[in-house]
C-alpha cells in the first residue's frame, strides 16, 4: 500500500514513479481552475509511524483512514478521492462543491449546514501555502467532544480531500487543529503530476 502523499506506481519501475509536489502559491476558491490538469490531491501522512498515534477506520479502498493520539484523546480523519463518486456537481464552483462535499461528509443537506459552514478557519496547507477549504465546527454533548470537518473540492480535477478533528470537550479543537498542523505536520496535500 503506497501511503498519500508518497510516490506511486502501477509497473513498479523508476521510471514510473510519479513525485508529489507542494504547491508555490495560496490556493483560494477562485484557483482551482489553475492546478495542472490531471493532478491528484494527496494526504501526507505524518503519523504512519509515530507511536504516539494509533492507526484507526481505514476505509477497503484505502481513500479514508484516521488516528488516534493517545496524548490528547484526539481523533483525526483523512479521505481523499474523486468527487463524481461522491456525486458532487463538477460544473459547480469549488466553494460550492466544497460545501457539497462537507455536506455529503457529514450526512447532512447543504441547506442543513449552511448556516454552520464557515470558510478560512481550519485550513489545509501545500509545503508553505494554504489551500482555503469549507468547514463546520461543532459539539457532541453526549460524547463530550467537540469537533471540525474541513473539506476542500478541485472541480477542475474532478478530486476532493476532507479532514476532521474531534477532541475531549476541554480542548479547544481549533487550537489543536492548529498545533497539529504546526508541530506534526498534518492537514497537509501535496499533488501527483497525471500519470
Same mark, same amino acid.
Given at each position: 500500500? $503506497? ?5 506511486? @506506481?502501477?509497473? %513498479?519501475?523508476?521510471?514510473?514513479? /510519479? +513525485? ?7 490556493? %483560494?476558491?477562485?484557483? %482551482? ?15 504512519? #509511524? ?5 492507526? !484507526?477506520?481505514? @476505509? ?12 490528547? @484523546? ?6 481523499? %478521492? ?6 458532487? *456537481? ?15 461528509? +457529514? ?17 489545509? $496547507? ?7 477549504? /469549507? @468547514? !463546520? =465546527?461543532?459539539?457532541? #454533548? *453526549?460524547?463530550?467532544?467537540? &469537533?471540525?470537518?474541513?473539506? /476542500? ?8 480531500? $476532507? ?26 496535500? &501535496?499533488? =501527483?503530476?497525471?500519470?
Amino acid at each position: 500500500m $503506497v501511503l498519500a502523499g508518497c510516490t506511486s @506506481s502501477t509497473t %513498479g519501475t523508476t521510471s514510473d514513479l /510519479r +513525485t508529489a509536489s507542494a504547491l508555490s502559491a495560496d490556493l %483560494g476558491f477562485d484557483d %482551482g481552475a489553475d492546478l495542472a490538469a490531471g493532478s491528484e490531491p494527496q494526504w501526507s501522512d505524518p503519523f504512519a #509511524s509515530d507511536s504516539s498515534f494509533t492507526a !484507526v477506520a481505514i @476505509s477497503d479502498d484505502g481513500d479514508s483512514w484516521g488516528y488516534a493520539d493517545a496524548d490528547t @484523546s484526539c481523533t483525526l480523519g483523512f479521505w481523499q %478521492g474523486g468527487l463524481t463518486d461522491s456525486n458532487i *456537481d463538477l460544473s459547480a464552483s469549488d466553494i460550492d462543491a466544497s460545501d457539497a462535499l462537507l455536506a455529503a461528509t +457529514t450526512g447532512s443537506a447543504v441547506a442543513d449546514i449552511s448556516d454552520y459552514t464557515e470558510s478560512d478557519i481550519a485550513d489545509f $496547507v501545500s509545503g508553505t501555502s494554504l489551500i482555503s477549504a /469549507r @468547514s !463546520v =465546527l461543532g459539539a457532541d #454533548s *453526549d460524547a463530550g467532544t467537540t &469537533y471540525v470537518v474541513s473539506a /476542500r473540492a478541485f472541480t477542475a480535477l474532478d478530486q476532493g480531500l $476532507v479532514a476532521s478533528l474531534t477532541c475531549p470537550s476541554a480542548t479547544d479543537v481549533l487550537d489543536q487543529w492548529q498545533t497539529y498542523l504546526e508541530n506534526d505536520g498534518a492537514f497537509a496535500a &501535496y499533488f =501527483l503530476p497525471s500519470s
